[in-house]
């Protein structure tokens, strides 16, 4: 597809003409003025020569551009008089020094300085990486979190490829740096997403809500982010949405486990998108091997409204509604005499977005939005019945204001959270005994935050966030700083250190929300980021301590005086990351490493130990290959997480949490075949995640009490709900591309 | 070494005295001699980027036309002119894909600057831009077409609608679908029809000026010459 000959120059119609016009061009000059050789060097503020420099003498066509060693040289026919010769190139403040013609021919040396460098050119990558198509120096692009292999299109899984977090099979969610999958928050346009994944029970890993393709832009930050973002501990997830659909299209899909359809409008300021899924998994698990019982398969609904309106030059409003329902009931192996454990759950979620963007007066801009959110589960593990309710409304404004000053800008806001969750806890079914635990909190948060340059190589971020809590009845103030230096025009060094503090998990807060209070953690976070032509190498090293963790007795876990923020750890550690996308045609790759040293003593550890979902290494190698002849993107991820801790109750005297997993592999295969089916652009995607069956354990379910013969507790082992998964599925979207010109009559 | 030097003076010496004569013979009105001299001058300067698939060429064009927008600032041509040689330059060199974003990120600023200018021709800046996101595309298209393609077709069909006339924006469209693999269609077949279109408007096409974008034909000639000696074989 390459355009390299795309350019056959126009000309003139001949030469003969060419020469026509260039003749009395020569006549003219020689006939009323003299040349003057000027000559001379430009160096920048450095001393170093400045090539491709383009000097002339202003108000004529006299110049030259400077060669690889600084130096011009070239004729002037400006008549006599006062003259400016300049010196411009893009990224310098351009010079000038005085002529006047006839001049003696005595060399012009020229010194440029590089121009006081626009807020942002010099980019804070510590902690973060970013998926977008816009940034040049972004990790990944937004197409590679679809096409991930073993990510299955799912935003948190492509992530878990990169360094820093480990793969928790059983959870599915994002566990980075040592850090529990609650203190990872999602944000969505700026908003905090109360539940961003789909409830699951137990040992079955969660989905995320959003579909990858809402978003044009995601950042990942691992550590060390901005005060606009606060109620997380240890990372943050940032989606940002697409601005106005590109076109009106229909979509369809049917696939192993879902069937789908959508819809999207697009007029000249607005565009409207509704879709609609049905999952149902029953046949799915009928026909492949499972590890687990089914006795209801997974199955859903969901549906979504998205809405984008252009106001103004620059304003943008986005409303986005979503509503899932789902239910399952699994029968997973037990330890206990019967043999097997059932859970069943049903889910229902509903969630509005709406934010506005949009320019005030006087340089200010504003960021704002409203989100509501209500959560239903009801979780029956044998004859419990457990219901959570939750039901939240926050707002957010952010005014920002980027022409306070060159070398800085002014980011002031505020958001609010009102939420009431309440629970339902029936011990037995057959019993009408009831606990009704709840709470409801009210939150205010406000920041400032301030990006800064201060010299051509050397920018920062410095901002602070202090939020109040009614229900823990206190408040916290957390300052952050990074700084950005660029080394050299390739490479730059970052650094970022946080305090960040996070309210204890809605469980915890049900059982003893009173005595409770803010938990706090503290990041220090230095990276070396090298990026050319397609390839980028980031190094990281980090240093977190928590402090004010929860934790309580595991023997009463509904006393709530056995509840305190005495809990304490630390996390340090090393990631890579290492990203090829053009030293082999059509092969993308990146390779990533995360060392972790982590303890820490939380919830019920009675001790500082190593948290059973830390792995001391994490690999994952990512690769993409595109066969152009089989019009076909192929990829293959391969994970390793070094052996996880688990707490081993047949041998106490070893100590807590001293027990080693077997090390987790995965293999996971995907390809997508572009073709048409009935004339529309069609998708035909399979995948297998673990293709190699590698029989990976995630833990252990102990019997409640050992066994009366052998005086040991019978186990077994928590392990994925199937030995592989199989995904095939055909995507087709409907586009009238080219639709008959309004402007030609219809034949 | 002293020689040559003395020489070099010499010379200067009796150029100096000979440049001096004209200044004062000059009678001619001064604002019209100098716009003789700018079309004359930027005459020349189109006609050489015009005819050049050089680099080096290109580049040093791109920095005249920059010295001809400080002739007559008021004017877009030097503007679009030096835009458009940026653009042809990320085309003809070897530079890899970054090198390339930074001369087409050069290219942009120019053409921002012609489109602020009186009496530009908004429908050839159109067709520049389309042109423009052509060039990105083409440096990754494995990562960008999806984005790009769309990109180039909303300017193309921008410029049809202000000049149903301008040949340029059927050429830039046509290379659009040309380039678009035939699932998507696209193809050299879908784009056939374009070229003819393309080639019909320059059959009609008058430039507002001598200096006035005109290029073009001779790449519509080209392709379809193109689509003849395939059609042989």
């Not at chain 2, 040949?167 to 050299?188: D, E, H, Q, S």
Request: glycine share 8%; with cysteine; hydrophobic share 40%.
């Amino acid at each position: 597809m390459a355009l390299a000959a795309a350019h056959i120059w126009a000309s003139l119609p001949c030469p003969a003409m060419k020469r026509l016009l260039l003749l009395p061009l020569l006549l003219l000059t020689f006939a009323s003025f003299a040349q003057t050789t000027l000559r001379g060097t430009v160096r920048d503020a450095g001393g170093q020569a400045l090539p491709g420099v383009n000097v002339f003498v202003r108000g004529t066509f006299d110049g030259a551009s400077t060669d690889s060693l600084g130096r011009f040289r070239f004729e002037t026919t400006a008549p006599a008089g006062a003259y400016v010769v300049q010196a411009s190139l893009l990224g310098f403040i351009m010079a000038e020094k005085p002529l006047t013609l006839p001049a003696p021919p005595a060399p012009l040396s020229f010194v440029l300085k590089g121009e006081p460098h626009a807020l942002g050119s010099v980019v804070i990558t510590a902690g973060a990486f970013e998926a977008s198509d816009e940034h040049r120096s972004a990790a990944l692009t937004t197409r590679d979190i679809q096409t991930t292999a073993g990510a299955l299109a799912d935003v948190a899984a492509a992530f878990n490829t990169l360094p820093g977090t480990t793969r928790v099979g059983e959870d599915g969610l994002l566990f980075v740096r040592g850090g529990a999958a609650s203190e990872t928050k999602v944000y969505l346009d700026g908003m905090l997403v109360q539940n961003p994944f789909n409830p699951t029970v137990a040992a079955v890993p969660a989905r995320g809500r959003f579909s990858p393709s809402l978003f044009k832009g995601t950042v990942f930050s691992t550590g060390g982010y901005s005060a606009l973002y606060g109620q997380a501990l240890s990372g943050v997830l940032l989606l940002n949405s697409t601005d106005l659909a590109p076109e009106t299209q229909t979509g369809l899909s049917a696939t192993s486990v879902f069937l789908g359809a959508s819809r999207t409008k697009r007029w000249a300021r607005t565009s409207l998108a509704v879709s609609a899924d049905y999952t149902n998994l029953a046949s799915y698990t009928k026909l492949l091997p499972q590890n687990v019982r089914w006795d209801q398969a997974p199955r859903g609904v969901a549906s979504s409204v998205s809405l984008q309106h252009r106001t103004g030059q620059a304003g943008m409003l986005k409303v986005y509604g979503t509503w899932t329902g789902q239910q399952l009931q699994i029968g997973q192996p037990s330890p206990e005499p019967a043999g097997m454990q059932t859970v069943g759950l049903r889910g229902a979620n509903a969630y509005l977005n709406t934010t506005f963007r949009g320019p005030l007066r006087r340089g200010w801009s504003l960021q704002s939005g409203v989100a509501l959110s209500r959560d239903d589960q009801r979780l029956r593990p044998d004859s419990v019945r457990l219901r959570t309710l939750e039901q939240a409304l926050l707002g957010r404004v952010v005014l920002i204001n980027d022409s306070v000053h060159t070398r800085f800008n002014l980011k002031i806001g505020a958001e609010g959270l009102v939420q009431q969750v309440s629970q339902t806890v029936q011990p037995n079914a057959a019993s009408p005994l009831r606990f009704r635990p709840e709470f409801g909190e009210q939150r205010l948060a406000g920041f400032v935050e301030s990006d800064f340059q201060l010299s051509d190589r050397l920018a920062g971020r410095v901002g602070g966030r202090s939020e109040y809590s009614a229900l823990l009845g206190g408040w916290n103030a957390a300052p952050r700083l990074a700084l950005a230096y660029q080394t050299t025009a390739n490479s730059s060094l970052s650094a970022a250190y946080g305090h960040f503090y996070q309210t204890p998990d809605n469980s915890l807060l049900l059982a003893a929300a009173p005595r409770l209070r803010f938990e706090r953690a503290r990041h220090a976070v230095l990276t070396y980021q090298y990026t050319h032509n397609g390839r980028l190498l980031q190094l990281e090293g980090y240093h977190k301590t928590y402090s004010q963790l929860t934790r309580f007795d595991g023997q009463q876990p509904r006393n709530p005086q056995a509840f305190d923020n005495g809990g304490s750890g630390y996390a340090r550690g090393l990631d890579l990351l290492w990203r090829d996308r053009t030293s082999v045609k059509n092969l993308e790759y990146y390779v990533s490493y995360g060392f972790l040293d982590t303890k820490r003593q939380f919830r019920q550890d009675p001790v500082l130990a190593v948290p059973t979902f830390a792995a001391r290494h994490n690999v994952s190698v990512v690769t993409k290959y595109w066969v152009p002849g089989l019009h076909t993107l192929v990829g293959a991820t391969y994970s390793y997480g070094s052996p996880r801790r688990y707490h081993d109750l047949n041998q106490p005297e070893a100590g807590y949490n001293q027990g080693r997993l077997p090390a987790f592999q995965e293999l996971s295969l995907n390809a997508s075949y572009l073709t048409k089916l009935f004339g529309q652009f069609t998708v035909v995607h399979l995948a297998l995640n673990n293709v190699l069956a590698q029989p990976n354990v995630f833990g252990y379910r102990y019997a409640q009490r050992p066994d009366a013969a052998t005086g040991q507790r019978n186990r077994v082992a928590i392990t994925p709900t199937a030995p592989r998964m199989v995904f095939l599925g055909v995507f087709v979207s409907i586009n009238k591309k080219n639709p008959a010109s309004v402007n030609e009559r219809p034949e | 070494m002293k020689k040559p030097l003395l020489t070099l003076a010499l010379l200067a010496a009796s150029l100096a005295s000979f440049a001096q004569k004209p200044a004062t013979a000059a009678t001619a009105p001064a604002a019209t001699a100098a716009t003789d001299a700018y079309t004359t001058m930027m005459t020349a300067a189109v006609a050489e980027l015009m005819s050049t698939g050089d680099p080096a060429v290109l580049r040093a064009s791109a920095a005249k036309m920059e010295r001809a927008a400080t002739v007559k600032p008021q004017d877009w041509l030097p503007r679009y002119y030096q835009a458009y040689a940026l653009l042809i330059h990320t085309f003809q060199s070897k530079e890899d894909g970054d090198a390339k974003d930074k001369t087409l990120d050069q290219a942009e600023a120019a053409l921002a600057q012609a489109r602020k200018l009186a009496g530009a021709d908004e429908s050839e800046l159109l067709v520049l831009q389309a042109y423009i996101h052509q060039a990105r595309l083409s440096i990754s298209p494995m990562l960008r077409s999806m984005k790009y393609s769309g990109m180039v077709n909303e300017a193309v069909e921008k410029a049809i609608q202000l000049n149903p006339t301008n040949p340029r924006a059927y050429l830039v469209k046509a290379n659009n679908i040309y380039y678009t693999p035939a699932m998507f269609g696209g193809g050299a077949e879908v784009a056939k029809p374009i070229f003819l279109q393309a080639k019909t408007h320059y059959a009609t096409f008058k430039p507002a000026s001598r200096l006035s974008p005109s290029w073009g034909e001779r790449q519509v000639a080209g392709r379809l010459k193109n689509y003849e000696t395939a059609a042989v074989k």
